[in-house]
């Protein structure tokens, strides 16, 4: 099971807890930050200095050329300062990245096949891409931007220092500013929910109709996928309109507050400097102190935009932290078994998918290094019989043994390491012939490699091509043609040398002559290890050690291929009828 961070319904604890490994980094920008403003607001005083200077005739070119060696070392230490601070918060915000999106990777991959059936890809990869870049934009920039925000209460200061009845005046329009803040952060909220969702409904679409653009183009219906794709992007690109012009609403009101506020100080500081109750120097310094602050106070609604987005997109990536996988090691399994034998076991299974019955009272036996085939129509339970030994779904009653010890004792790893699974629908991933081969014996020999291909008749393919091992594949193999890819993937699965070895309809794309030879190559793999044949194919499956016959979920029928035969059956209709499409295909 995946570890991670998430602390569910709470964004920021989950995201405190992924910064908490980097806190020294955090600390050292955060004392940076508290150096360098305070070296910065040395630059009113020095201004004041030099107005007062100037205004009683005293300033000379020497003092001149110090004020002015000072005002520039202060910009460089700022500078020097600022360029740190960067370099230790985004730095350590960017492993903290990592370390989230790595996370969510593993957590998602452990997940059972419950949560692909319920949750779609597209919202899946949604919040993989766009609401991860939403919690990293927080937990860098964000992060910066609330550091920043440490210049607010010394600015103050200094200008209560300079003039506290001018700065009385300054913030008069600022609880009216935070009433109007608070009003779009709330508005905010829930607009980034509606956006973030809509955005997973156009990335679900896309991905489907990517996956499934040759059933789109045969039936004619990519006019009509393109208008409903049309119409979900219109309405994201609508609710994001809707939530951009509050967003860029905020900054412009906060600007246009702070400069409301500094013609207010320009008009009283003036009345007072004529008056004499205040210099030159003094409104000049204060005038400077609150320009200090405008970039901050105009920072705050950025960093409230992104707090926002960055609550709801954390939300969401909470949401599939706290899916728990449906199988997984717990109490009942044996951690101290580190292999198995391969001897398989089915007793008295039932299976059910929802309110559907699938398989019901299942019960065979297969001994460590023979081989038992299931065949049987189209619905009739054989694959599901696959999913439970792989352990993909446990059994609604009933067990699954393996060495005689229940499926569910065992450790996942160590059981779907002892499997070599060949499944009906291939999945052969964009890379090379090699790595797609060797994807679960990557150190494997060359000599080793060549056997299996040899097994599985795929190595005349290989040879034929020009690159060979390292021909890159298109998405899902789309370069190699259907049987190519179950050879591929029978070569992938023996060299593996598993001590279970399950081929699920894996020969449904050859044609029998490549069947043969391929099964002839076969039984020397199956002689040492144990066997389970999934087929619709007669022909497939009559050298098994038993043929199982199941229909509606149960067995109806089991013994070897002759004996199956003379007792003039299912399984014997079956193979009539086949022989008699085979000899129609021949003619």
């Known amino acids: 099971m995946a570890v991670h961070k998430a602390v569910p319904g709470h964004p920021f604890r989950t995201i405190l807890a992924y910064n908490r490994p980097y806190w020294r980094a955090y600390a050292g920008g955060a004392i940076l930050a ?32 110090v004020y002015f060696g000072v005002l520039i070392g202060i910009a460089a230490a700022t500078g020097v300062g600022r360029y740190y601070q960067r370099t230790l918060m985004i730095g350590a915000s960017r492993w903290c990245e990592y370390d989230l999106r790595n996370d969510y990777f593993r957590h998602v991959a452990q997940l059972g096949q419950d949560f692909f059936h319920r949750v779609k890809t597209g919202d899946i990869m949604a919040r993989a891409v766009n609401d991860l870049n939403h919690v990293c934009m927080f937990i860098g920039p964000g992060l910066m931007g609330t550091v920043d925000m440490v210049r607010l209460p010394y600015s103050l200061a200094l200008m209560i220092y300079l003039s506290g009845r001018l700065t009385l005046i300054a913030i ?107 210099s030159l120097g003094d409104l000049m310094g204060f005038t400077v102190c609150l320009m200090m602050l405008v970039w901050p106070l105009v920072e705050f609604g950025w960093v409230l935009t992104l707090y926002q987005r960055g609550a709801v997109s954390m939300n969401r990536i909470n949401e ?77 009653a009933g067990r699954v043994l393996i060495d005689g010890e229940d499926a569910r004792r065992i450790p996942v790893r160590v059981l779907r390491d002892a499997i070599g699974y060949v499944p009906q629908d291939t999945f052969l991933f964009s890379d090379t012939i090699r790595a797609n081969v060797t994807l679960g014996r990557p150190e494997a020999s060359q ?101 199982l016959v199941i229909r509606n979920g149960r067995i109806v029928e089991r013994g070897a291929h002759e004996s199956l035969l003379t007792l003039g059956g299912v399984y014997a209709d079956m193979y009539a009828r086949q022989q008699l499409e085979d000899e129609l295909e021949e003619t």
């Open 447 to 547: 000599e080793a490699i060549d056997h299996a291909c040899e097994v599985a008749q795929f190595r005349e393919t290989v040879e034929a091509l020009e690159e060979g091992y390292e021909t890159l594949l298109g998405e899902r193999g789309i370069n190699l043609s259907g049987g190519q890819k179950q050879r591929l993937a029978i070569a992938r699965a023996v060299l593996r040398d598993p001590k279970i070895l399950v081929l699920d309809d894996a020969l449904s794309n050859v044609d029998t002559h490549t069947e043969e030879r391929i099964l002839e190559g076969l039984r020397g793999v199956m002689a040492a290890r144990t066997s389970i044949i999934i087929s619709h194919r007669v022909s497939t499956v009559r050298h098994a050690d038993e043929v």
């Open 34 to 65: 508290f150096v360098f403003v305070l070296v910065g607001l040395a630059t009113p005083l020095v201004i004041r200095a030099v107005v007062d200077q100037f205004e009683r005739g005293t300033m000379s070119s020497t003092r001149l050329l």
């Open 172 to 278: 008069l329009p600022m609880p009216l500013v935070s009433l109007m803040v608070y009003g779009f952060v709330m508005y905010m909220h829930r607009q980034s929910e509606r956006v973030q969702s809509q955005f997973s409904r156009v990335t679900s679409r896309a991905q489907e109709n990517l996956a499934g653009v040759r059933v789109v183009k045969a039936y004619g219906a990519a006019d009509r996928e393109e208008r409903d794709f049309r119409r979900e992007s219109a309405e994201y690109m609508r609710l994001s309109m809707r939530l951009a012009m509050v967003m860029n609403f905020a900054r412009p009101l906060i600007g246009t507050a702070v400069g409301l506020t500094m013609l207010l100080v320009l008009w009283s500081g003036g009345v007072m400097v004529i008056e004499g109750t205040m």
């Open 320 to 396: 599939i932290f706290a899916e728990v996988p449906s199988i997984r090691d717990d109490e009942r399994t044996c951690m101290e078994i580190t292999s198995v034998e391969g001897a398989v076991a089915f007793d008295a299974v039932t299976f059910a998918h929802g309110d559907r019955v699938v398989l019901e009272g299942v019960t065979f036996d297969v001994p460590a290094g023979k081989s038992v085939a299931v065949v049987g129509p189209t619905g009739s339970g054989k694959s599901s019989i696959v999913a439970l030994l792989t352990r993909e779904y446990d059994p609604t």
